[in-house]
RNA sequence: GCCCCUAUGGCGGAACUGGUAGACGCGUCCGACUCAAAAUCGGAUUCCGCAAGGAGUGCUGGUUCGAUUCCGGCUAGGGGCACCA
């Protein structure tokens, strides 16, 4: 035997008193505190969440997020790995080979910013925190294979970084270039697109700057195409998160257009490419707009002080991207004219304004007031008109006129020579023809392009506490990858905090190298990684963690794509694109096989909370208060004082609102069970979760309404067998209520529908407690009857064993088992057994209920109806009139029509 | 400004491809047990109405034998992008 008996030992059935239920009831309430250290010991000594890679049954990967270890876990952790444990326990039992990994993404500025509080290193106070976060992590009880626990920060996975980084240059998908970017002036460190957020720091939340500085970038939008093209594969993603990465991602069909440029002093080129994706109002064409940073706009400025000024004006404003949003549409007329494609007569000028981006097509455009907004403001800025050249249908041509809206809809050609008359998509096209076939300059006046709002991931960062870039910068030889031999390039342990900037910066030992080419002193590259490319890679290292010599192994090819990840959709883009990227480059370097890592994505809602405001306007804890429910509604008292607290909105957790549950204190005093029972079961997983004490005391209720059910069952299953034959009409009542929702169990959690699934589970044990309180006297049980609770009991148990392993195991072993749930296989479903054989459907009378008819599953059409029409409720509702029509849905629903 | 999502009892929510609206839970009320309380158990709980019955899924129009579900218009809330030509 595996285990101690169980302590508990139910009364005998001889003797004891009929009628209620109580002869049955166990006097000793569950202990959650008790059961589920013990369970989890028993878990990590005999292995059960190991997972061999060179097992042979079908391989399930699920994965969630993994956390930044910032101190402590908090309830959004709780219920993102309450998700993912459910899927993994439950795709173990259903059979198949189930990775279920964890680690950390433990690079980042926190461990910085801790470092200088503390005068400690990063590296301590990262350690640590994974300590205490895996400690707490292990008392939830998820089914982790922990011997496969990595951490971004340690060398041993940053080594593999670092040669992928590496095998990416050579492979081209890396550059270094001068370019501008944002500038975060709190964190003193340049930030992604992505990354910057309103115009503010992801993370600081400052604003942000325009900088100009020499930067290292994946190139990301050498997939661009790829990336959203795939989009369309990934099925088992949710549409949102795909439309934002295709918004994000943002490919667009245009035409380069070139102007001829008239005879001038200024410009060095004789035409101005601009790109459209409206080459159909073209013919409603009034200006031309280059962007302050187009090299003619520069040139032009050079001999033209009131366009410098303007240009120094534009660059003013643009160091700050919140100013953008509001700015008005301005700027300069350069004096220069060029020519309208099709009308060598029609000269258009060329403005400079502070509207026109240079990092977007070519940096100049061509403005159409009357079909678009902006260039409509412009216009009228400047009074340089706004002829319609699309009609809108129904609108007479001669009289449609632009007002103070630009018209961007359908419609007909006119004022537009050859165009007027045709439709916007037959005008687009013609023109692009003609243009193609024009030359000018010795190339086409028009080519179709491809534009992407996408820009290549910029990674450089001026932090310690990120993975080092592998490169030496050697006067000589200049930008050198650092040897594979020699990697890792480690962070120096001996640094300080107290300079602002970057710490690798000011460490001359660190810093200064020989040149791996001619020897000659030379400079490491002081910029570390983004963090996210740390997070980018992670799932596949976890496949085969320990590999010292290669990033990946086969393993790899194995496990990809993960089947299920799971986690919040704030990295929608982020983190997600990220991802894809490297995949992709990881596939273009031979370090993969697939190039879509995740299959399935879930992204799950948040944990919200009410919060308490005293009437001094001070934020209280939900600890600090007291609620009394009463008919008129719930009201809220201040434990110290009994003062009266607002009740307030609910909201994210958060520190600053102090509306945050510890788990630790949820899962010390109710247990862990409890704590994930009540998590999925009180909304889509998808939706935010409100936390209340109500909620969780009702899960808390449950547990032990289960931990009496148990005993009940076991005490009616004793010494008996599984079912085996056909069993008599009441222990057949029993199997049927078990395995009509083991079906619908096993539906909901596939569609990830915890709460569905665990209403469902609720039914049967009420349904299952129903049958037992029906049971009057001893004599009415049988052997059967034993039988169909024997497996009652133990597929009850496995039901809700994903969501409260704990509490399964106890009742597993209560149940007799000597193995542990967790290694058991799900119980077989009978599908006869799930189906009805006698059915109630509604009768309806002209689409109103107005009677049930209870029938056999299998009555045909003519039979239903016949029946239906002989209800009473019926009868007297045609009232001696013959049926119109009577429509009858097999199994649904018969409506009698008259 | 553009794009997307959501709207159902006092509350969270359920209702597969159009087919009994309100499952399951929370709260509230009534009852049992108790000297009492807690815990536990049983019952009621969309609204109006004593009842028969009627109304009802944000508003509004449509398709249909039948609409929470599909289509059009609107309102409110939430999210994403944001001078991307």
């Known amino acids: 035997m595996l285990f101690a008996e169980h302590s508990q030992k139910p009364q005998s059935l001889e003797g004891s008193p009929p009628k209620s239920i109580d002869f049955f009831m166990t006097s000793e309430r569950y202990n959650p505190r008790e059961a589920e250290g013990k369970w989890q010991k028993k878990w990590a000594e005999r292995n059960t969440f190991q997972t061999d890679n060179a097992d042979p049954r079908p391989k399930y990967y699920v994965l969630e997020m993994f956390p930044y270890p910032s101190g402590r876990i908090h309830m959004g952790h709780v219920r993102n790995y309450a998700m993912g444990d459910v899927v993994a326990r439950y795709k173990r039992a259903r059979g198949f080979n189930v990775l279920h990994p964890m680690g950390w993404d433990a690079f980042g500025m926190p461990a910085e910013n801790a470092a200088m509080q503390n005068k400690s290193h990063p590296a301590k106070w990262t350690y640590d925190n994974i300590a205490t976060m895996r400690g707490q992590l292990k008392s939830m009880g998820l089914s982790l294979d922990w011997s496969r626990e990595i951490a971004t920060c340690d060398p041993t996975y940053y080594k593999h970084q670092q040669r992928l980084f590496l095998d990416f240059l050579k492979a081209g998908l890396v550059t270094r270039k001068k370019s501008k970017v944002n500038w975060d002036p709190v964190d003193q460190t340049v930030l992604a697109n992505e990354q910057v957020i309103d115009g503010r720091g992801w993370r600081s939340g400052a604003i942000i700057e325009q900088r100009e500085l020499t930067q290292w970038f994946l190139k990301i939008t050498d997939f661009a195409q790829d990336l959203t093209d795939s989009l369309d594969d990934l099925q088992r993603w949710p549409e949102k998160v795909r439309l934002m990465q295709k918004n994000w991602i943002g490919r667009s069909e245009g035409l380069r257009v070139r102007f001829a440029l008239e005879k001038n002093a200024i410009a060095k080129d004789s035409t101005i490419e601009v790109y459209t994706t409206r080459p159909d109002t073209l013919f409603g064409a009034k200006f031309l707009a280059l962007s302050a940073d187009n090299p003619l706009a520069i040139e032009a400025g050079k001999t033209d002080p009131k366009i410098q000024a303007f240009i120094e004006e534009c660059r003013r404003m643009g160091t700050s991207v919140a100013t953008l949003e509001t700015a008005e549409k301005k700027g300069v007329d350069t004096g220069l004219r060029v020519q309208h494609p099709f009308d060598p007569a029609w000269q258009i000028p060329v403005w400079i304004a502070n509207f026109v981006l240079m990092d977007y097509g070519t940096g100049a455009i061509f403005g159409c007031p009357a079909h678009d907004q902006r260039d409509l403001d412009f216009a009228r800025a400047y009074h340089l008109g706004a002829t319609p050249v699309v009609c809108p249908a129904g609108q007479n041509a001669a009289e449609f006129e632009i007002g103070a809206t630009a018209y961007d809809g359908e419609g007909t050609m006119i004022n537009s020579y050859f165009l007027d008359g045709m439709e916007i998509p037959a005008a687009k096209e013609e023109v692009t023809r003609r243009l193609e076939s024009t030359m000018i300059d010795g190339k086409p006046q028009g080519e179709r392009q491809v534009n992407f709002k996408l820009r290549d991931w910029g990674i450089s960062r001026q932090r310690y506490w990120g993975c080092p870039i592998p490169v030496i910068h050697c006067d000589d030889c200049g930008t050198l990858p650092v040897p594979v031999a020699d990697l890792p390039v480690t962070l120096p342990e001996d640094v300080t905090f107290d300079k602002p ?398």
């Not at 096989?593 to 405001?613: D, I, S, W």
Request: net charge negative; aromatic share 6%.
């Open 501 to 898: 900037g970057n710490p690798l910066d000011h460490h001359p030992t660190w810093k200064n190298v020989n040149c791996p080419q001619c020897s000659k002193a030379a400079r490491r590259e002081t910029d570390t990684m983004d963090t996210f490319v740390d997070s980018s890679w992670y799932y596949a290292r976890f496949t085969d963690p320990h590999s010292s010599d290669h990033p990946t192994t086969k393993a790899a090819d194995h496990w990809l794509p993960v089947d299920q990840y799971i986690g919040g959709i704030e990295h929608a883009i982020l983190h997600l694109l990220y991802s894809r990227f490297f995949a992709r480059a990881m596939k273009a370097t031979g370090h993969l096989n697939v190039k879509e890592p995740f299959a399935g994505l879930f992204t799950q809602g948040m944990v919200v909370h009410e919060t308490y405001r005293g009437s001094d306007g001070t934020w209280r804890t939900p600890g600090e208060i007291r609620i009394d429910s009463t008919p008129e509604g719930r009201k809220a008292f201040s434990l110290s004082d009994g003062s009266t607290i607002e009740i307030g909105a609910i909201e994210k957790m958060s520190k600053s609102k102090r509306n945050t549950v510890d788990p630790d204190e949820i899962i010390g005093g109710y247990g862990a069970d409890t704590a994930r029972w009540f998590m999925l079961s009180d909304s889509p997983p998808d939706r935010d979760v409100i936390w209340s004490e109500e909620g969780v005391q009702g899960a808390s209720r449950y547990v032990q309404q289960i931990w009496r059910l148990v005993h009940e069952m076991r005490e009616l299953s004793e010494g008996v067998a599984m079912p085996s034959g056909s069993l008599d009409e009441r222990a057949t009542a029993v199997r049927k209520i078990v395995h009509g929702h083991l079906m619908k169990v096993e539906e909901h959690i596939e569609r990830l529908r915890f709460n569905t699934a665990i209403a469902e589970i609720r039914k049967m044990t009420n349904a299952l407690s129903a049958t037992i309180a029906a049971i009057t006297s001893p004599d009415q049980i049988n052997s059967d009857l034993r039988q169909a609770y024997r497996e009652a009991l133990d597929v009850m148990i496995q039901m809700f064993a994903p969501m409260m392993p704990h509490l399964a195991e106890e009742c597993w072993a209560a149940a007799g088992h000597e193995n542990l749930v967790s290694e058991a296989a799900w119980p077989q479903l009978d599908r006869a057994l799930a189906a009805d054989d006698r059915i109630v459907i509604p009768v309806q009378v002209n689409g109103k209920k107005r009677a049930e008819l209870e029938i056999e599953h299998d009555a045909d059409a003519a039979r239903v109806e016949a029946e239906a029409l002989k209800l009473e409720a019926v009868a007297r509702e045609l009232n001696g009139r013959t049926p119109k029509k009577v429509i009858i849905v097999p199994k649904r629903i018969v409506n009698v029509v008259v």
